[in-house]
């Protein structure tokens, strides 16, 4: 892997890899590629194994983390959860391009035991293999089972659809009717 940072190697995941899929429904959202990182990847990208104990009881790693500073020098923004077990990097839409991805960190047990059996254990192409399988099957993991399972049932039934709005405003999103 050519990447030396963490902000090098989402942007080669995003768009050397192009991963992720495609939208189960007409007005959903394609859904994001997931990255995983091992224990190498975080010790290689310089993210800790393991949190501080005051970094798990904020559920994040701090602000002024080298990591973070690098991901917003290159204009990545993070959810709330940042870089702990899951998280969602992204950049905001420049029109109807979006780059996003969602990131795990198996050190921090992500793929937690209870629900994944052993996943967390397997090699790196195996666990790729099992995580593909799932997202073809049922859709990308976003989060702990619980999130994950929930998003199927946004995912196939929207809220929103595209809608058009009064020039010069780009698309925006307008509520469905049911059914």
């Given at each position: 892997?050519?990447?030396?940072?963490?902000?090098?190697?989402?942007?080669?995941?995003?768009?050397?890899?192009?991963?992720?899929?495609?939208?189960?429904?007409?007005?959903?959202?394609?859904?994001?590629?997931?990255?995983?990182?091992?224990?190498?990847?975080?010790?290689?990208?310089?993210?800790?194994?393991?949190?501080?104990?005051?970094?798990?009881?904020?559920?994040?790693?701090?602000?002024?983390?080298?990591?973070?500073?690098?991901?917003?020098?290159?204009?990545?923004?993070?959810?709330?959860?940042?870089?702990?077990?899951?998280?969602?990097?992204?950049?905001?839409?420049?029109?109807?391009?979006?780059?996003?991805?969602?990131?795990?960190?198996?050190?921090?047990?992500?793929?937690?035991?209870?629900?994944?059996?052993?996943?967390?254990?397997?090699?790196?192409?195996?666990?790729?293999?099992?995580?593909?399988?799932?997202?073809?099957?049922?859709?990308?993991?976003?989060?702990?089972?619980?999130?994950?399972?929930?998003r199927p049932t946004t995912a196939?039934?929207?809220?929103?659809?595209?809608?058009?709005?009064?020039?010069?405003?780009?698309?925006?999103?307008?509520?469905?009717?049911?059914?």
């Amino acid at each position: 892997m050519p990447a030396k940072s963490l902000p090098a190697l989402i942007q080669w995941f995003l768009v050397g890899a192009q991963l992720g899929a495609e939208r189960p429904h007409g007005s959903g959202k394609d859904a994001d590629p997931l990255l995983v990182l091992t224990e190498a990847a975080c010790e290689r990208y310089g993210l800790p194994p393991a949190l501080s104990e005051s970094e798990r009881l904020a559920g994040r790693l701090t602000e002024g983390h080298e990591v973070i500073k690098q991901l917003e020098r290159s204009g990545w923004q993070l959810t709330e959860r940042a870089l702990e077990l899951w998280a969602r990097i992204y950049r905001p839409a420049q029109g109807a391009v979006e780059g996003a991805c969602g990131c795990a960190s198996l050190p921090r047990r992500a793929l937690d035991g209870r629900p994944w059996g052993h996943a967390a254990q397997l090699q790196p192409s195996e666990l790729a293999r099992v995580l593909g399988v799932y997202a073809q099957r049922v859709m990308t993991p976003v989060g702990s089972t619980a999130v994950t399972g929930l998003r199927p049932t946004t995912a196939l039934n929207p809220p929103t659809r595209a809608g058009e709005p009064a020039l010069p405003w780009p698309r925006c999103g307008r509520p469905r009717r049911p059914g």
